[in-house]
């Protein structure tokens, strides 16, 4: 009982290993062509029951890890994981990393002087169900300090892993917020081309919003084809 899917990644859009504004890219983008090696039965395999069983159960909601509400404002994200046909990818699993409401990691190499938040850990992780639809709650991320250039801020951001099927269909991606002017001035967000990079950013919806309780952000992530979500290459390590 194995499933078989191919890979591609050459999907419009995607950034380059290069970026001339991106420091770090100059360091780690390969400067010869690269090897393509065969994919075997170990990259294009996975678990037949899909990943929950390996990876335990949604972590929906990054608000109520703690004992206390995390600082900050509470969002709700949703969406649906679609193929390069619009169809629905099921069993998929996102991971969700990210800063907390004053831009910090909980990662031991930040060092950027903002508090951490004891009820914060910004980890989370849910599955699509049978639509490829997804859910979770979290609070906006702060902007952070990094070091890329003089006066270099990031844009709020969260970071999206997905798991496919198999072993090897790992993209990283980041969802960025409609009203932040920093996005335009990123070079991470901008090593993506127009009208590419739009295709990052979330989009606020008054239906997803909850009274009373919190802001709702819709991102749909499109895993290839002409419509697909730019996704960090393979070289694309750190953690801005
Ligand atoms: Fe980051």
């Given at each position: 009982m194995t499933r078989l899917v191919g890979f591609k990644?050459?999907?419009?859009?995607a950034p380059p290993?290069?970026?001339?504004?991106?420091?770090?890219t100059r360091l780690r983008a390969p400067s010869k062509p690269l090897i393509r090696t065969p994919t075997t039965l170990t990259e294009v395999t996975g678990p037949t029951d899909g990943w929950e069983g390996l990876m335990?159960?949604?972590?929906?909601?990054?608000?109520?890890?703690?004992a206390g509400m995390p600082q900050g404002q509470r969002i709700i994200v949703s969406g649906r994981v679609l193929d390069e046909d619009g169809r629905p990818a099921p069993n998929t699993v996102m991971e969700i990393w990210q800063a907390n409401a004053?831009?910090?990691?909980?990662?031991?190499?930040?060092?950027?002087d903002a508090p951490h938040d004891?009820?914060?850990?910004g980890a989370g992780r849910v599955i699509t169900d049978a639509q490829g639809r997804y859910r979770y709650v979290t609070i906006r991320p702060g902007c952070y300090p990094w070091?890329?250039?003089?006066n270099a801020w990031r844009p709020g951001h969260i970071h999206l892993s997905l798991m496919g099927?198999?072993?090897?269909s790992r993209l990283v991606t980041q969802m960025y917020f409609?009203?932040?002017?920093?996005i335009e001035i990123d070079p991470i967000a901008n090593a993506v081309p127009m009208p590419y990079r739009q295709r990052m950013v979330s989009r606020f919806d008054i239906e997803t919003t909850e009274p009373n309780y919190g802001l709702g952000y819709l991102f749909d992530v499109v895993l290839?084809?002409?419509e697909a979500t730019p996704f960090e290459d393979d070289h694309d390590k750190d953690h801005h």
């Open positions: 990644h050459e999907d419009a859009g290993s290069y970026s001339e504004g991106y420091q770090s335990g159960g949604a972590m929906a909601d990054l608000t109520t890890q703690h004053a831009g910090r990691y909980i990662h031991i190499d930040d060092s950027w004891p009820n914060f850990t070091g890329n250039h003089y099927p198999s072993f090897a409609p009203d932040d002017p920093l290839r084809g002409r």
